[in-house]
């Protein structure tokens, strides 16, 4: 992997305390099996500090997480809004012809007509697919990470190669 990528990847968001018994509500940015198992340890915030899973079950389309000695709400008030991560080498590798988020993040993007369009400085979902923010020189476009326009990705080089169809950077361009 290219040294760009980071050294911890964000596998989830404290979003809010719930209940008096020290449960969280997360939201999930994980597709790793047993990421929130019982005995897993995430580091929070910005500071690194290591927390043990004690308790996890499923909440709607997050997960009520309890880690241990966190055993109140008191004691989970000042966590909400923080990122939750683990370093990259607890993250598997992605399965063939497939890319996970951080991935992407920081790679140089090219389309077949237009050129450089820029770096990628976001990744949302729209409901029909991921949409890679793409920035330089102060323009902004939004670019439909889909089969039909990906020519090659290459995550070690840091490099995604597009043939965008006519007309859609300008049309989903902003600055």
């Known amino acids: 992997m290219g040294s ?18 020290g449960e969280v509500v997360i939201l999930v940015e994980s597709d ?3 990421r929130f198992a019982p005995g897993s340890t995430l580091e929070l915030g910005a500071h690194g500090r290591v927390v043990e899973v004690a308790a996890a079950r499923p909440f709607g389309d997050r997960m009520l997480v309890r880690f241990a000695g966190l055993e109140d709400r008191g004691a989970v008030e000042g966590l909400r809004g923080l990122e939750l ?16 988020r951080f991935e992407l993040l920081d790679c140089s993007c090219r389309d077949a007509r237009e050129g450089d ?5 976001a990744i949302h979902e729209d ?3 991921l949409l890679l923010e793409v920035a330089r020189e ?5 670019v439909p990470f889909v089969d039909p326009f990906i020519v090659a990705v ?3 080089e840091r490099r995604i190669e597009l043939d965008l169809p006519p ?7 902003s600055t």
Request: hydrophobic share 40%; net charge positive; charged share 15%.
């Open 167 to 173: 007309g859609l950077v300008d049309t989903c361009a």
């Open 4 to 21: 760009s990528l980071p050294e911890h990847v964000v596998v989830g968001r404290v979003v809010r305390p719930h209940g008096l018994s």
């Open 85 to 100: 991560t683990v370093p990259r080498g607890a993250v598997p590798a992605a399965p063939a012809g497939s890319f996970y």
């Open 117 to 121: 369009l820029g770096r990628v400085i």
């Open 127 to 129: 409901g029909g697919g």
């Open 138 to 142: 102060g323009r902004k476009v939004l």
């Open 154 to 156: 290459d995550v070690a």
């Open 32 to 34: 790793v099996e047993g």
